[in-house]
């Protein structure tokens, strides 16, 4: 099975993914970490995004330079369009490569997937799970981990859907407002639940469940 883990920036998605995939003993994945790897000197999406871009967004030694980059792309949607056309295809190949090793030995892939709702990549998941957390939480939690500025954090915030929109586009819904043990305590809940219908081979993921609501059944 391939599971999909989303939310918003500041939702605690990427510590809920791993939680998640620790329960079903699963391999991880972030794509974030695939698209920085592809941007690394050599590789096929750093070669790429020279052919189009030159040398404008890289640093005298040939790396990326990130900041430059992420500027032009909050700014510019054809440079953002552009870098998407670049590195998606090469990260879903290389969620597909590690999909079919997992298969081959009866495990799962837990994939966490930042923009999964906004790039149409829902279609590549047998389930996908939202990490929930209103907004204004998600914003508090960035600003004091990343020391970011109130604006930069929106900027961020309207490339997303927002999290009421992903929230009711899952098959599953981790809700993160509360405690850690209440967050672990769902995510132990949906692990046992995929893992029960995986060995049953009746994958019933058609609605929605929120899975604060199933805890004590």
């Known amino acids: 099975m391939i599971i999909a883990v989303t ?13 998640l995939a620790g329960i079903l003993a699963a391999e991880h994945v972030d794509t974030d970490q695939l698209c920085r790897m592809e941007m690394l000197p050599g590789r096929q999406g750093y070669e790429e995004f020279r052919k189009i871009f030159g040398t404008r967004y890289l640093n005298a030694d040939g790396s990326l330079n990130r900041m430059l ?18 590195l998606h295809p090469l990260v ?3 969620v597909a490569d590690l999909y079919r090793k997992c298969q081959l030995q009866s495990q799962h892939l837990v994939v966490e997937v930042p923009l999964l709702f906004e790039v149409g990549w829902q279609q590549d998941f047998d389930v996908s799970v939202v990490v929930y957390v209103p907004d204004d939480l998600c914003l508090a939690r960035v600003r004091l981990r ?3 500025v109130a604006e930069d954090i929106r900027r961020v915030f309207a490339q997303q859907l927002p999290i009421a929109r992903k929230r009711d586009s899952a098959h599953f819904v981790i809700d993160n407002t509360g405690t850690f043990v209440s967050t672990v305590s769902q ?16 994958l019933t993921v058609s609605r929605l469940t929120r899975c ?6």
């Open 69 to 86: 980059l992420r500027h032009s792309v909050f700014n510019d949607s054809r440079t953002k369009t552009q870098l998407e056309n670049i």
């Open 7 to 19: 939310g918003s920036l500041g939702s605690g998605k990427s510590t809920a993914s791993k939680i």
């Open 187 to 202: 995510l132990a809940w949906l692990g046992k639940k995929l893992k029960c219908e995986r060995k049953s081979g009746n």
């Open 146 to 148: 990343d020391a970011l």
């Open 92 to 94: 879903r190949g290389h």
């Open 212 to 217: 604060q609501n199933n805890i004590a059944r």
